[in-house]
């Protein structure tokens, strides 16, 4: 099951770059710091060099190897406000806008991965999520055949046999309101991100109704929803709706829902909403001593990730690694 080191095994044979848009802060410098004393992921830092330089000497964090990008001295800022105007050329964004806009790390950092310079983004530190996902909406937008970004976290603990435990749940940060059509796109991105971190996903549609035992609208959109992701994605095992002791209980699962796959064994959770889901996973994590990492942001065409504003730095070098590993 996952681990860390498998994640940096594969980074290894294929080492790629992630661009950190907060490139002053302490706990980027030092997540920066031991990402640099490995050899499979590269810190680009966006900012002031001299700055930067100074934050990690006053921090005692040694970023020598980093390569650091100040978007006031960019040798490439012409081709990147050229290729940020045709993006936006809708909006009719002329290049004295771009060049303005380009200047904020948090777009600039963005048009990194989209010029190719770098492979993904970790950023929030100090940005809210808004101004995280706005630019990758923008800028690198949605997988063909998306239509919304979401989100999962990935949640581990050591389980008894000495592996360790990992479920998906999703989405738990994102999108407020699903519909049916975008819970199935949830579905299918979530499964696709547990395969990742060595899941094989068994996905619940998650309700306060098994199999029609509820009724009500959200007991509808749940089952509908599931319907579909059952046909669109034939290969992946998936049931619903299901109260939450149906999904992961064998004993519930066998009077609740005989004979499915899925129910009592699910591994994979898809919530009806962003009430469900970010409580949910906070439960897990605060009674259930879950490891949660994330919000993955889902859906996109290069890996573009969250922070939140009171991670650690360990919690940043563990979201580099797996946002890295989405490359």
């Known amino acids: 099951m996952f681990g860390f080191g498998q994640l940096i095994e594969i980074l290894k044979k294929d080492p790629k770059k992630i661009v950190f848009t907060e490139g002053e802060d302490p706990r980027i410098l030092e997540a920066s710091s031991r990402l640099l004393a490995g050899t499979f992921l590269h810190p680009i830092l966006v900012g002031d060099a001299d700055k930067i330089q100074k934050a990690a000497e006053e921090s005692g964090f040694n970023i020598r190897g980093a390569e650091i990008i100040d978007p006031a001295k960019f040798d490439r800022m012409d081709e990147m406000i050229e290729v940020f105007c045709e993006l936006r050329k809708s909006k009719g964004v002329t290049p004295e806008q771009a060049r303005g806009i380009l200047s904020a790390p948090n777009y600039f950092g963005t048009m990194l991965v989209k010029m190719g310079i770098a492979d993904a983004l970790l950023g929030g530190a100090t940005y809210s999520t808004a101004d995280t996902v706005r630019p990758a909406l923008q800028v690198i937008k949605t997988k063909p055949g998306n239509t919304i970004v979401s989100s999962c976290f990935i949640l581990v603990r050591p389980s008894a046999t000495g592996d360790n435990e990992v479920l998906a749940m999703g989405d738990c940060a994102i999108n407020i309101h699903p519909s049916e059509d975008e819970l199935v796109e949830i579905a299918g991105e979530t499964a696709a991100c547990a395969k990742i971190f060595g899941v094989d996903p068994k996905v619940a549609f998650l309700s306060y109704s098994t199999l029609g035992s509820g009724k009500g609208e959200d007991v509808d959109k749940v089952r509908n929803a599931c319907r579909k992701a059952q046909e669109k994605y034939p290969n992946i095992p998936i049931e619903g709706e299901l109260q939450f002791d149906a999904a992961v209980s064998p004993r519930v699962a066998r009077t609740k829902c ?43 065409n290069a890996p573009i990730n969250d922070l939140s504003r009171g991670c650690n730095a360990a919690e940043v070098y563990s979201m580099a690694i797996i946002t890295a590993a989405l490359a």
């Open 258 to 300: 005989p004979g499915s796959e899925v129910a009592g064994h699910a591994n994979t959770f898809i919530f009806p909403d962003i009430n469900a889901g970010n409580i949910g996973y906070k439960i897990a994590q605060r009674l259930g001593n879950f490891e949660a990492y994330g919000p993955i942001l889902l859906g996109l």
